[in-house]
């Protein structure tokens, strides 16, 4: 049975590195290229884990051009043309008439804008759309994308958004996924977002939201990373699923409404350069057996006695926090797998 197993196992490598040459090959110039892109119904048959390899390499390799788009037209389910500046309408308008496509990355596409995007619309198929640091996407684009009512995870970060488009996007009911970092949204575009009851990804650093904001986030009962770095909130409502959170750059006061009684699941806590009310009640309310992970580099520290109820912790970073090394003795000391400390 076990020798069984191994042939079969061999097998598959052997198979695998045969597909990877053959896709290699495919990929290899501008002359292999020219030589398969003209046998189109073989390549409508290929399977789309392969179509989308073969369009990495591609792409990878510039070699990748709007009209060589549409051979994949009705394989191809996962598409990432991040950075290729050369991404333009002419390329979306292949794209949208892609019949599987589910994935499709275009950030750092600068040439991408608003009334490129109407090619989308409609995609029925499409789960996750990536169009980070496209500054030319403003609220108009907004209006194509929001008729994709299947996506999933939506990535908008420092894009040219307003709350006016922001208040848009609540009509993705399904969206589990939200990044929309860097974009000056206020308390009312926040408000708005309430009705996502299946997010568990919200990324909103750089936003105006304050603690008034905040406090809808408790509408979220499925989140599990939160990331309001660089905002006016220092009042977290208690979020009963949270894993993740990034303050870095607040001025922090609570992250469970003020309730002693409350115990946040943390993991992973980021609050680099942030500024603490009372530091003692903040971590008071992590729940200890699973916080495995702090970042408070850059923090003014006067002591390290939070440390003695973080058993579970493995990861510390206090770079450029001024703390001594009598002040690291003086605390209960957790077994730390990396331990990251600069004294100026």
């Known amino acids: 049975m076990a020798a069984a197993s191994a042939s079969a196992s061999a097998g598959n490598a052997r198979q695998t590195r045969l597909v990877d040459r053959c896709i290699d090959a495919a990929a290899r110039g501008p002359a292999s290229v020219e030589a398969w892109r003209r046998q189109r119904r073989s390549l409508e048959r290929l399977p789309g884990p392969l179509a989308d390899e073969l369009l990495r390499r591609l792409a990878a390799r510039r070699l990748l051009f709007p009209s060589l788009l549409e051979v994949f037209r009705y394989s191809a389910e996962e598409i990432d043309l991040s950075g290729n500046i050369a991404v333009d309408a002419e390329w979306l308008a292949y794209l949208g008439a892609f019949r599987y496509l589910r994935v499709l990355k275009m950030a750092d596409c600068k040439n991408v804008n608003s009334a490129a995007v109407w090619a989308l619309s409609g995609m029925h198929t499409l ?5 980070s640091r496209c500054s030319r996407i403003s ?4 209006k194509h994308i929001v008729s994709n009512d299947s ?5 908008l970060s420092d894009t040219g958004l307003t709350d006016n488009g922001v208040m848009l996007i609540s009509a993705l009911k399904n969206l589990q996924l939200l990044d929309l970092g860097g974009i000056h949204m206020t308390d009312k575009a926040l408000r708005s977002l309430q009705v996502l009851t299946q997010l568990e990804h919200l990324d909103i650093w750089g936003s105006e939201i304050t603690d008034e904001g905040a406090s809808v986030l408790i509408a979220f009962t499925k989140l599990r990373f939160l ?6 909130v220092t009042c977290l ?3 009963p699923n949270l894993r993740y959170l990034n303050m870095s750059n607040c001025t922090i006061h609570s992250i469970c409404g003020g309730d002693s009684e409350v115990r946040i699941p943390l993991e992973k806590f980021t609050a680099s350069a942030a500024s603490f009310g009372n530091i003692d009640e903040v971590f008071s309310s992590i729940e200890a057996s699973s916080f495995s992970f702090l970042d408070m580099s850059g923090c003014s520290l006067s002591n390290l006695y939070i ?3 973080l058993k579970s912790l493995e990861h510390l970073d206090l770079s450029l926090s001024r703390i001594t090394d009598n002040e690291i003795q003086n605390s209960s000391e957790p077994v730390l797998a990396v331990f990251s400390l600069y004294k100026n």
Request: charged share 25%.
């Open 237 to 239: 409502p208690p979020l």
């Open 307 to 309: 440390l003695q109820k």
């Open 127 to 131: 789960k996750e759309l990536d169009l």
């Open 227 to 232: 990331n309001v770095s660089w905002t006016h």
């Open 139 to 142: 609220d108009a684009g907004i």
């Open 151 to 155: 996506l999933e995870k939506l990535h």
